[in-house]
């Protein structure tokens, strides 16, 4: 059973499904450039990593909150830790095995995730 799982409900929540959901609720919020990259066998850190960006705090914040609320009230799963905050443009969710980088655009392409972990596979989503 996945680290990110606590609870009965949760037990049937795989990281990747984690991740996909996480995906998805970040669309819902319309994140841009959503990626979910696959380290399994990369990092020992976590298994994916969920990449997005927001135009503006406000928007960076509604993303955050869509998918802390809606893991939580669906599927009873909440957040090991939440840091950073709109305003320094990086927020991330941390759910153990799914860490989401939710990012300003200039500052995701400041940090270029995506290319310091350019050997892991991308999970294609239906976003």
């Avoid at 979910?36 to 960076?60: A, N, Y």
């Avoid at 009230?73 to 860490?99: A, C, F, I, M, T």
Wanted: proline fraction near 4%; glycine fraction near 4%.
């Amino acid at each position: 059973m996945s680290t990110t799982a606590s609870t009965a409900n949760e037990s049937a929540l795989t990281p990747e499904r984690i991740a996909t959901l996480c995906a998805e609720y970040a669309a819902n919020k319309k994140a841009e450039e959503i990626v979910v990259l696959d380290l399994r066998g990369i990092s020992s850190l976590t298994d994916f990593f969920v990449i997005c960006s927001g135009t503006s705090e406000p928007h960076l914040k509604a993303i955050a909150g869509e998918i802390e609320e809606k893991l939580r009230k669906d599927h009873g799963v909440r957040p090991h830790n939440v840091d950073g905050y709109p305003l320094s443009q990086w927020v991330v969710v941390d759910y153990y095995d799914v860490l989401v980088h939710i990012f300003h655009t200039e500052k995701r392409h400041f940090y270029a995730l995506e290319d310091l972990w350019s050997d892991a596979p991308r999970l294609k989503v239906a976003v």
